[in-house]
């Protein structure tokens, strides 16, 4: 069954440096995702990409972020500068139209 | 805004005994609605998930939920727990968009299984 796929599986980070978040979502998808799990709280809505372009995005999503599908296959979460409160797990995620929403095992973030 | 209440934070049943975990959503139009299941340190399974049709949803893992529009519910169930069922379990709403399908998430019911 296809996967999306998410490296790394963990990543530690100082504050203020910069970190990518790598997907390799599903080939035939058109629809990429990134979600947010802060722990012990509930998986938020970051932003959504199509058509090489972001089509939604959140409030958590500032200019920190930013979200880019380099090569036709990979699809990255880069954050600027990191903060203690980035700390989380990231999860990816792509779609068709409608049907096979699938999310990646997750990247955990943690900012030291 | 669209919203997925999960009033149960968390529920312990016994190995062998009958689930339910309920859902609450508030959105205006017709909803896609899912179950995840996430075991500690791990990603999101997708247990079953409702676009239309038959309100009845068949899932893996022996789960069942039923989409109830009138009491705007779609509540997950099984009719006997296995200890491997404990995990966290969120209900989650699609909502479309010009750029495919936002998922709105619950806060999600942790259930602990006693042997």
């Known amino acids: 069954e296809p996967e999306v796929t998410q490296t790394p599986s963990h990543q530690v980070t100082q504050m203020g440096q910069e970190v990518i978040l790598r997907c390799v979502p599903i080939s035939n998808h058109l629809y990429f995702y990134w979600y947010r799990q802060i722990l012990g709280q509930k998986v938020e809505f970051l932003v959504s990409?199509?058509?090489?372009?972001?089509?939604?995005k959140s409030e958590i999503f500032d200019d920190q972020f930013s979200v880019e599908r380099p090569d036709g296959s990979n699809f990255t979460l880069k954050i600027r500068s990191t903060k203690l409160e980035d700390s989380a797990m990231y999860f990816c995620?792509?779609?068709?139209?409608?049907?096979?929403?699938?999310f990646g095992s997750g990247t955990r973030l943690t900012v030291v | 805004a669209q919203s997925v209440t999960q009033p149960d934070i968390h529920i312990t049943v016994s190995e062998g005994a009958s689930l339910e975990l309920r859902c609450n959503y508030s959105?205006?139009?017709?909803?896609?609605l899912f179950w995840y299941v996430q075991s500690p340190g791990q990603g999101l399974q997708l247990l079953l998930k409702y676009f239309s049709g038959d309100t009845l949803v068949q899932g893996i893992k022996g789960f069942e939920a039923e989409f109830k529009r009138s009491q705007s519910s779609f509540n997950l169930r099984k009719p006997s727990v296995h200890w491997s069922d404990a995990a966290e379990y969120f209900c989650a709403v699609a909502i479309r968009t010009g750029g495919g399908n936002k998922l709105t998430f619950g806060t999600g019911t942790q259930l602990k299984v006693e042997l």
């Open positions: 959105y205006g139009a017709t909803p896609y």
């Open positions: 995620a792509s779609s068709d139209s409608l049907y096979g929403y699938t």
């Open positions: 990409f199509y058509n090489n372009e972001i089509s939604e």
